[in-house]
């Protein structure tokens, strides 16, 4: 992972749960959605997954947390995140103890068919093979396969300099190859520009988290790299050149 990465997803992640935590239990979930944002599309998902009450739900790449801690609290689910980085493992753990493992998307530390459902939200754009990512998930989830996604795509490849450090977003071309040959196939998607704007309690609690973290961390470097990395996906994400996918899949 490059050092920009690391700064946002581990140092920067690990601060996020320490400033959640000081805050109260009501800043936990919005601050530990660090990809995923919108809850309109974690409760699309959780819809679309059909996830029933005791299933398991894998997430993958799941950063500080806050997605899978949104999903017990629509439908009771036992999460199993993996996540690379071992600060945001910690503040996973500390915010919402759940069974966290330290490891990568496209090496899954689990047997064939071990879990139910899985989502990936805001990770594959970080991963270089989106193939592997996407088959090691069809190979972990039990048949049918539900598994979804939000993922970041570039209408048109970018160059290194117009893409955030160390990001690799597919295009719509690529993405629809590499599920197809990860032997999955989209049985719904929507564009997040197309889902009702965050609800204000949600995006205040989002505001307060970021205002505090840069009064505590501002002259830190990983602030400022963690800031510029997410200031470049806003500004591609404004001008249209990405745009964010919610996708659900199954088993082709
Ligand atoms: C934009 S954040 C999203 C975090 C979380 N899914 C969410 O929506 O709040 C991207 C996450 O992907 C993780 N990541 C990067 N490379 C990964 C890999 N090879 N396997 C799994 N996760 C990875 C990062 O460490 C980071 O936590």
């Not at 409760?43 to 679309?48: F, G, M």
């Not at 005791?54 to 997430?59: I, K, P, Q, T, V």
């Not at 990770?123 to 970041?152: K, M, N, Q, W, Y």
Request: net charge negative; hydrophobic share 40%.
């Amino acid at each position: 992972m490059s050092d920009a990465m690391s700064a946002e997803f581990d140092t920067v992640a690990e601060w996020t749960a320490t400033v959640a935590r000081d805050l109260g239990p009501s800043y936990h979930v919005p601050a530990g959605c660090r990809g995923s944002g919108n809850p309109a599309a974690l409760d699309w998902l959780i819809d679309e997954l059909e996830l029933r009450d005791g299933e398991s739900l894998l997430d993958c790449g799941a950063g500080v947390g806050g997605p899978a801690a949104y999903a017990v609290g629509r439908k009771p689910v036992a999460p199993m995140l993996v996540e690379p980085e071992a600060g945001a493992c910690r503040a996973a753990r500390s915010l919402f103890g759940y069974p966290t493992v330290q490891g990568s998307a496209d090496a899954l530390p689990f047997a064939d068919a071990a879990v139910d459902a899985a989502w990936c939200l805001g990770v594959l754009c970080t991963t270089a093979d989106h193939v592997a990512v996407l088959s090691e998930l069809r190979r972990v989830v039990r048949p049918p396969g539900r598994i979804g996604l939000l993922v970041f795509v570039a209408r048109t490849p970018l160059t290194d300099d117009e893409r955030p450090d160390g990001n690799h977003f597919p295009t719509p071309d690529s993405l629809r190859d590499a599920v197809a040959a990860a032997g999955l196939a989209v049985v719904s998607r929507l564009r997040t520009s197309d889902l009702p704007a965050m609800p204000g309690d949600w995006q205040d609690r989002v505001d307060r988290v970021d205002a505090e973290l840069a009064r505590r961390y501002g002259d830190d470097p990983a602030w400022q790299v963690s800031e510029r990395q997410s200031g470049q996906m806003g500004e591609l994400l404004a001008d249209g050149r990405i745009v964010g996918e919610v996708l659900s899949l199954r088993q082709a």
